[in-house]
């Protein structure tokens, strides 16, 4: 603790936070002599969200899907890969577009994606204000392509990328389709 020039308080309230967070639990270790030790261990939720690092392994299965030589197959396969990402989401329950895609900023922010929701009643529309794939967009808008099929996916509505940040635009903006 000295060296990372924390008190030992600091690490108990952390610790505390992070297991009312779901993220971390305490294991009870007895001991053949003297008093029971504490490990901490991350929880499913903690594992997933200690490891999402997943830059590297992104890019080289980008760079394979852009290798493929026959563009119905890439786009047949992007298509494959946004409807996986729709199934994990779950289902968005609304009667609206709208709140679907309310629903789709809860589950985003959880993943630390900020999104809003914005336009009118009538033209939803929804910002994404920082990309989830900022690398891979850089070498290939192909992932716009990927992300608005996904889009399109959860929120049962063909979508439109209206605005984007690779155009020079603050971020992206995603309406329904007329």
């Given amino acids: ?14 610790l505390t936070r992070l ?11 007895v001991q053949k002599r003297g ?4 490990c901490y ?6 594992q997933l969200r200690a490891g999402t690092n997943y830059a590297d392994l992104a890019t080289a299965l980008w760079d394979e899907v852009r290798s493929i ?3 119905a197959v890439r786009v047949g ?12 989401a779950g289902p968005f329950i609304g009667s609206t577009l709208a709140e679907r895609m309310s629903q789709l900023t809860e589950y985003m922010g959880e993943r630390q994606i900020p999104l809003e929701v914005g336009g009118t009643k009538e033209v939803p529309t929804l910002t994404i204000l920082a990309c989830p794939y900022p690398k891979l967009a850089e070498r290939d808008r192909g ?4 992300e608005k099929m996904w889009l399109s996916e959860v929120l049962g509505e063909k979508v439109n990328l ?16 007329a």
Avoid at 143 to 146: G, L
Wanted: proline share 4%; net charge positive; hydrophobic share 35%.
């Fill in 35 to 38: 008093r029971p030790s504490h």
């Fill in 162 to 177: 209206t605005s984007c940040r690779l155009d020079g635009a603050s971020c992206c903006v995603f309406e329904p389709s």
């Fill in 143 to 146: 992932v716009c392509a990927m």
């Fill in 69 to 71: 030589d026959e563009p």
């Fill in 19 to 29: 297991i009312a967070e779901g993220m971390v639990f305490r294991e009870t270790r």
């Fill in 1 to 14: 603790m000295q060296e990372l020039g924390v008190t030992a308080t600091a690490v108990r309230q952390r």
């Fill in 41 to 46: 261990l991350l929880t499913e939720k903690g």
């Fill in 77 to 88: 396969f992007l298509g494959r890969i946004a409807n996986r990402l729709a199934q994990q």
